[in-house]
Each structure stands twice: as C-alpha cells, then as structure tokens.
C-alpha cells in the first residue's frame, strides 16, 4: 500500500535548502511506494500547529524548476527542540497526525539540531513498533556536521565568500594610502566559512592576508604583531575574522567592546568583533582602517549560488528518498568524496544518533602553525566545492524565486 | 601631428569605472589622432608624483576586455582637490609634463570632485592658450551628477541592492515569528541607490515595505507610527534606509549613536543609522530585530554588475575620445535618453562648470507623500538600467579580473 511523505526544513537559511527539498519532492513523485509528498510549513513547529502543503499536488513542474534555484527556505523553518523526554506527550499527539495523513517516510533537512529531531523522532517510533522513516537530509553553511565531507550550502556560501572577498579586495586597493579592511564573516564556533576567504586570492601573497578562525585561541598581542609586520610589507591589507573569534580564556573579542557605550536614548550599542578590531587598529596604528560586517547573504545569495552545491544538495534530497524507501531509518544523508583522482562525490548514510550534537571544527593541521592562513590542503578541499555558476531565469531583469501561497490548514 | 592621451580615475569604485577606461582605451586606438594612450596611477596625484603606465602598449587585447568586466579602479584612484586658484604652481607644473608626454587629450573618468578637476584644468588651459582638451567622463554609483539621465555606475549599484535586498526579504521570511530587518544603504545625500530597494518588490505590498531616503526629514513619531502600522499587515517588515538620513534639524540619524566619527577629510562617518534604528525598534516595539549594513560591494560587485550599465559606461568613454578628437574641451559626457518609446540612450555633452559642486538630490515627485516609498516613475526609471548579467570568465570556480602590475615611473 502507498504512503505518503513528508519533509521539513530546520535551522537558519541556505543558498540551496531549497534544492534539496526540490530532490525529496522530484524523487517522491519516482518512487512507486509514495503517494503524496506534504510540506510542513515552519518544520515541527509550524505542523503541530497545524500548517501543511500538498507539494506534489500544489507545485507545477515549472515551479519545482524554480524551487530549485530559490534561496532561504520556500517552505519556511523553526528553531524547536522536541521534549528529551520520550514520554511526552508530544509525541503521541504527533504521530496520531502522522497517522490520520498515511504518513510512511518523514524526512527533514537541516543541520544538527535538525538530526537531533531525526533521531528522537526515530527512537521513538522505534519504542513504539511505528513503521515510518525517518531521514535526516544534511543542510548548514557553517559545514560543522561530522560523518559527512562536506554540508549542502556550504561551497555556496563559501563561493559568495571568495567572490565577494575578492572585490572588497579590489575595493580596497584604488588609494595610495596605507589602509586595513577587516572583514568579518560568519562562524561562531567553527570557522570553514572564513576558511573560504583564502579562495579571494588571486596569487601568492595576495590578500586577505591574514586569516582569524574560532578554532585558534585570538590573541591581542599576536594580533598587533601580525598586522605590523603585513603592513610592512603591504600597502593594503585585508584581515578576514570569524564573527566567534575568543581568547585563551574563552572571551568573545565582541566582547571586549566598550560594551557600556549608550547612544542619545540610553540603550547598549553592540559591537561586533570586526567594529571592535577596527577601533583596536585605529587606536594603536592610526592608519585608515574600516570594518565590514559580510552578513546574512552569505548564507542566502541565490545569485552567486554554487552550482554544484545546488546539484549535490538535490542529490542528497533525492538519497534521502531512495533510502527511506529501502527501509533504512534514523539515518542522515551523507557525502562520501573519492580520495584520489578528479573530484567525485558519491552518498552514503550514517547513524543519526552520531551526528546530532556534535561539531566538526576547522582541522587545526589545515591552519599554519601561527593560526593566521590556512593550508593549500584546505584549498584543495575547497576549491571543487564552488565550481559553476547558476543559469537561472529572471524577469525584468531580476531573479525568479518561487514564493509560497498562504499555508494550507491541515 | 599625433598627439597623445592620458585617462585617469578619481573618487570611489564603482563596477564599472574600468568598462570607461576600456572605452577611453578602445577609442583611443581606433582615432588617427591619437598615438599612445596613457593611464594616471591614482589620477591625477599619483601623475603629479610620477606615476604612470601606456597603456596601448601595456595592455594586450584580451587584457583589455578583462579590464571591461574587472570591478574597482584599475589605475588606482586619488581624493585630490586641485589648487582654487589657477595661478597656483601646480598648473604650470602639471602642464609641462603634458608637455614633455606631448599630451593632447586629457580623460577624467569621476563624480562632481572629477569635473572639478577637469573644469580648472580646461580653464586654466584656456587662459593660458594650451590647445590641450579636457573631457570629463561620468562615474558615480550615487546618481547624483546634474545634465545627465543617469551616471555610469548607478545601474550596477541598483541591481545589487534589487537582488541582494530580495535574498534578504527571503532570508527574513522564513520563521513564524514578527520580525523586522533593517537595510542601510549608500547615499549620504542622495537617495537614488536606496531608492533602488523597490526593485526587490515581487508583487505589491512586497517587501521592503518601508524605504526612507536622505531627501526627506526622517522623524522618530512618523518612524513609529510607520512600523506599527507595518507589523499589523505584516509578520515580516523589511526597511530600507540611506546611511544618510537625517531629521528636520539636520543631525544625521546616526548621530543620535555617540560613534559619530570623522574620515580623513572631516566628513562624519555615517556607519551607524540601521544600528541605531535597530536598537530604537527593539527598545520600543520589542520584537526580533535586526539591523544590516550593506558595505563595500554595493559599489563595487562585478558578480552582479548590470550588462546595460557596462555597455553604457564603454560607451561614455569612446565619445569623451570622440569628443576631445572633435575639439571639444571643458566638457562632460551626458546620457539622454529617449523621451518615448522602449528604452534608448545617446550621448551629448555639456559644460563640466555646471555639473561640478552640483547635487542631483532623488526628486520630491518621485516619493509618495509620506517620505516612504517611491513611486511607480521611479520604477519606470530605474528598471532599464539593471537589465541583463554579465558573461564572465572564470578560473578554478572565481571570477578572472584584471590585476594591475607594479606602476611604470615616467
């Protein structure tokens, strides 16, 4: 007998979160053993309340085509932590809507505490003799989830990363005066996003010069002694920092802010680890100096989206499908790379339970021994990740995205 | 007898103030008239100090047409206010290495402090009967040059914030949440680059819903009663600002932040409008805010430069050449476009006099009369100038630009 399928998408926003759903959907419609695929509108959360799509049954092929290419996430996201405990009461009340929509295959595509999700969901069913499938489809720019060698999103946003770095580049080299541009990027704990900073470089020497990641204890007199000694030797320097850089004793250099700085009404102006080195450098160099805080399009540039991360993540969408229908559950999608020749990937799965709640930093062998550049291996892993660019279809001069109707209620 | 030419850049990077060069250059090597055509390194103050490269003999052909898509200022830019008054020692310094380069046509490719410079050397060469032609090429992302459509620049400007303030509208939307996003954008004066946020709009109410410019007195009760009435229609509000927007008294909004800060030449630093908006919201509203600036690449993005605003730039620096060879001097190349009818440009001229130290502010017409939102004959404006993406070379996944090698001294 056909079941049906549902999908979600968890966490914050990538370049291709979309792509991976447009896999689950276009593999659903394959599979014999699924009928409908349903879309829950704002994850967990949002289908507990009561909001769903019927994306086979609502989606035209040609919107599917642009789902594709649409950044952020059509079906929208939650940040939601189910109950640790089993015996909560919430997890009856979900699988009694499993029940009533002929739910066979859930999947759910985000990063770890996305997985966290899959595999409770999964322990539980698997308590209660429940036959549906849970799958984990792996999403996050931040490219910290462990068992898998690399996270759908992340060549996109380290392609914005390298693209973008490389203007400010040339930005920053048309005056003659001595200049530093610090760029922060995003990475609060793992830093593969500033990692990408190193593909700006055209040639040896090239900036960003100096490269800060969170995994390297940043230290404020290394710091004086590494800018002095780049700027001896250029007259522009770029200095690409992860927004999570911290002390030996675990302080955020944010925080080293004049953090009691009010404005005319009275509230706290946060600082930024990039504004406070700015103000750092101008204090102890005097040299021109600005900082740029590269924000949340790093993570949801449909334009400068990777084409072969939008084809991998609709890769793994379509995995995910295919393994559920095989019988696998409690499992989450990962990329297994060739280790020798032209860059090929092919998937696998690996235990759920093993992957939520863990990192995967920055391997500090990658970094140069002063914790300021990373490795040509580094680059090497890198570099296939954000190859092609995105032909996709405009109007008027702009991007077509696909945007959602209002939910329907379930 | 064949004289030579020299083209220099001044003020800001923008996307396409190397597409003019490649105009100037293109131009250069197809007129009679002309022998070698010369770059300035940093415009007109690095010249002074020595500094400058041929760059018909330079350049080969496919460099020039990277040149075409490369972003920035390739022979480096200067801030360099020449002398007021013309009996100063720097003319006649200046026009002796005219003289020994055996110049005839002098190209400025800049903004209003450009034509500054381009109107005291065509008047000091007129007083002193040097038959030597000075041609200003327009350049601003700001769109704030008078006798001119448009400035080359702007169009590549507007359709990075069009589609970067989409992915942000996206990137806003996806959790259930009330939340509000503030965009700060360029424009210390002028409006036309924030104005340009209207293009992210995919259907009417779209977001930005609310866009403030500099040209209208920005007031903390309208502001209020601006966003309460937004977040009752809508669960995500998206606004966009100028970095210059100040209140009916005149103080920069930012300046109600304490960082107010001077650059080098004493103007405030206007880096904290979006951040002290968003602290007013938070403060008053209470919900999810968040405030983002976009930098550098606004200016600067040759990812997302606009086709049009490219060939349109090209072809502001072939008729300067046009022009000078013609006879002209003390000119400025102009965009006129087709009063009816599909969309069509042509160039004139008209005197540098009276477009330097002259603003073109965002017209009061095109504003709604609330001062938060544009109209639809902004829309009509704006559209043609963002049409179509550039092909680009790539190289391992990056764009290829054109690097400057080390300057030739003369």
Redesign the interface.
């Known amino acids: 007998m056909k079941k049906n399928a549902i999908v979600g998408?968890s966490g914050g926003?990538t370049a291709v979160i979309n792509a991976s759903l447009y896999g689950v959907i276009r593999e659903g419609i394959n599979q014999e053993a699924i009928d409908h695929v349903y879309g829950m509108i704002?994850g967990i959360?949002?289908y507990m309340s009561g909001t769903c799509m019927d994306l086979t049954a609502d989606l035209t092929s040609d919107e599917l085509e642009l789902l594709k290419l649409?950044?952020?996430?059509y079906l929208?996201?939650?940040?939601y932590k189910l109950p640790e405990d089993l015996s909560s009461p919430f997890y009856p009340a979900l699988f009694e809507k499993f029940r009533k929509m002929n739910i066979g295959y859930f999947f759910y595509i985000g990063g770890n505490d996305s997985m966290d999700t899959v595999s409770k969901l999964s322990r539980y069913a698997s308590h209660h003799h429940s036959e549906i499938r849970f799958i984990g489809v792996p999403k996050t720019i931040d490219n910290d989830l462990v068992l898998t060698d690399h996270t759908p999103g992340y060549g996109s946003a380290a392609?914005y990363v390298?693209?973008?770095v490389?203007?400010?580049v040339?930005?920053s080299?048309?005056?003659?005066q001595k200049s530093i541009t610090i760029v922060e990027l995003m990475g609060r704990h793992a830093g593969w996003v500033t990692a990408a900073s190193a593909?700006?470089r055209?040639?040896k020497g090239d900036n960003p010069v100096l490269i800060y990641l969170p995994e390297t204890h940043f230290d404020f007199e290394q710091f004086t002694e590494d800018v002095t000694a780049a700027l001896s030797k250029n007259s522009t320097v770029v200095i690409c920092i992860s927004e999570g850089i911290s002390d030996a004793r675990g302080k955020f250099i944010c925080e080293y802010a004049d953090a009691a700085?009010?404005?005319?009404?009275g509230?706290?102006?946060l600082t930024g680890s990039g504004k406070m080195l700015e103000n750092f450098i101008r204090d102890k160099f005097g040299v021109?100096v600005r900082s740029?805080?590269?924000?949340?399009?790093q993570?949801?540039?449909?334009?400068?989206a990777?084409a072969t991360d939008i084809e991998e993540s609709v890769l793994a969408g379509r995995e995910g499908v295919k393994a559920a229908v095989s019988g696998l559950t409690g499992r989450m999608i990962s990329f297994i790379r060739n280790e020798n020749g032209p860059y090929h990937l092919e998937c696998g799965t690996v235990d759920v339970n093993e992957v939520c709640n863990r990192e995967k930093l920055f391997p500090s062998e990658w970094m140069n021994p002063r914790g300021t550049d990373v490795t040509q291996a580094f680059i090497d892993y890198a570099?296939p990740l954000?190859?092609?660019?995105v032909q996709r279809k405009?109007e008027?001069?702009?991007?077509v995205?696909l945007?959602r109707k209002s939910p329907v209620q379930k």
């Open positions: 998408q926003p704002n959360e949002g649409t950044p952020a996430a929208g996201s939650c940040r392609k390298a693209d973008t490389r203007e400010i040339l930005d080299s048309v005056y003659q593909l700006a055209k040639y700085r009010l404005d005319t009404f509230h706290k102006m021109k740029i805080e590269l924000n949340v399009n993570r949801c540039s449909g334009m400068m990777s570099l954000i190859q092609g660019e405009t008027s001069g702009r991007p995205y945007y």
